[in-house]
């Protein structure tokens, strides 16, 4: 998925942050937070990787591209551990867990594959992936915003907008 993809998958992750916050049970003011965080981390996992540029092109990076940052156990750790705190700093970890998992999905598709198991080992699905990156954008972006509208909904959001 390009960046301006991943930017767009952040209203769907946007919501699904949301709703572990509502699920949670926590207060308001964490669920929007945590939801915010989301939106505006859909692209994480690829620029913590410390990425070099030459001639605007990346031509490498700090920790190896998709691996580590693209490992979604760590993602899950971090949204258990949110949710565990509580406070402002949990809302962060949730959001910015959710963001990086909606990311890590955009890109499991490609032939390059994600780390699905172990951190440096990347797996792709079949034998030359579903799609190359940048195929299929706007029905990943929908699917993301309509999944996670109905999980937020499912948990409890519609008593805010009836
Ligand atoms: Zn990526």
Known sequence: MTGRGHRFTGIGAGFM???IARM????????LIAAVVALLSTTMPDWIEIPFYRGGQRVGSLITHRTLTHWPPLWFALIAWGVHDGTVLGAIAIGSAV???????????????????????????????????????????????????????????KSLIH
């Open 17 to 19: 942050a949301a709703a």
């Open 24 to 31: 949670a049970k926590a207060p308001e003011m964490i669920e």
């Open 99 to 157: 963001g990086s998992l909606v990311h890590i999905l955009g890109d499991a598709p490609n032939p390059m594959g994600i780390p699905w198991i172990l951190p440096h080992k990347r797996l792709r699905i079949g034998q030359k992936g579903l799609w190359k990156s940048g195929k299929y954008e706007v029905p990943l972006i929908l699917g993301f915003a309509v999944t996670g509208f109905g999980l937020w909904y499912l948990a409890g959001g």
